[in-house]
């Protein structure tokens, strides 16, 4: 994105949980790309906020992002915050690079680990994408497990477990690229639908990616007290859910 490129579209629907004069919390859907690119230039979340803020987070420009402190895989459905003033994003980025912002995923997951709850010490590193003659991608940025990577770390707890499969809520500590997808499945927990990371057998097995990005939580940039919000289970990954015998209240069978 280039200063001043990022065109409203009032056809991309955002849903907004919380609004006030610093900031404003999205629930964004699956699908939603989260801002400009190459093949997505007008149909971004960025986009469609554009259409009704555009005002403000133009004034924040390139250097701040346009407000956007933080972004989740197009896949993956969830809350999001963006600024609204160059005070709140910097303020923003200074938690998130504290490790200070609290963000937690619900994920559905093919198997149960060993353990009910732990902690997931694994660097990433990425990998560097490839683009044929004509500058097209051919071949997506991708993360992956490897010592010389980058230190990631991903706390979780087994929410709900049945004998198909388990319902994982993670929490990464760190910000890595694909962070919960590429460390669950190191774990042999691999996210139904990721088309990236899953076994082949996995990745048709949900609709698209089971990662739901359902609380999230840090100090307001405007008044230093701690908030949270959160966004309930979308009903596809519910659906999905309900197939294997799994629910948010922990009833699911003991596999």
């Known amino acids: 994105m280039s200063a001043g490129s990022v065109s409203p579209n009032e056809k991309v629907g955002v849903t907004i949980v919380h609004e006030d004069e610093h900031l404003v919390i999205v629930n964004k859907r699956a699908g939603l790309v989260t801002q400009p690119g190459v093949g997505h230039e007008h149909d971004t979340l960025l986009n469609g ?5 555009g005002a403000r987070l133009a004034k924040l420009g390139k250097a701040r992002d346009y407000g956007l402190v933080h ?15 160059p005070g709140a994003y910097d303020a923003l980025r200074s938690a998130f ?3 200070s912002v609290r963000k937690f995923y619900l994920a559905i997951c093919a198997k149960t680990p060993r353990a ?9 590193a990425e990998t ?9 991608v051919v071949v997506p940025k ?51 639908g990721d088309r990236d990371y899953a076994p082949d057998a996995l990745r048709e097995a949900s609709p698209r990616l089971a990662l739901h990005a359902h609380r999230l939580g840090f100090a307001h940039p405007g008044t230093g007290l701690a908030v949270e919000w959160s966004a309930a289970m979308p009903k596809d990954l519910r659906t999905v859910m309900k197939s294997l015998g799994l629910s948010l209240d922990g009833g699911g069978r003991e596999g």
Request: glycine content about 8%.
């Open 97 to 99: 690079e504290s490790r």
């Open 116 to 124: 009910q709850a732990g902690v997931i010490n694994k660097a990433i």
């Open 71 to 85: 972004r989740l895989d197009r896949d993956t459905s969830g809350l999001l915050v963006v600024a609204l003033t």
């Open 142 to 192: 991708r993360a992956k497990i490897s010592v010389t990577g980058k230190p990631a770390t991903t706390a979780y707890r087994v929410v709900s477990s049945s004998p198909a499969g388990a319902l994982i809520e993670a929490r990464p500590l760190t910000g890595r690229l694909h962070q919960v997808r590429v460390h669950l499945e190191s774990i042999g927990c691999a996210i139904l």
């Open 128 to 136: 560097q994408p490839r683009a044929n003659k004509y500058g097209a």
């Open 49 to 53: 906020l554009f259409a009704t803020h």
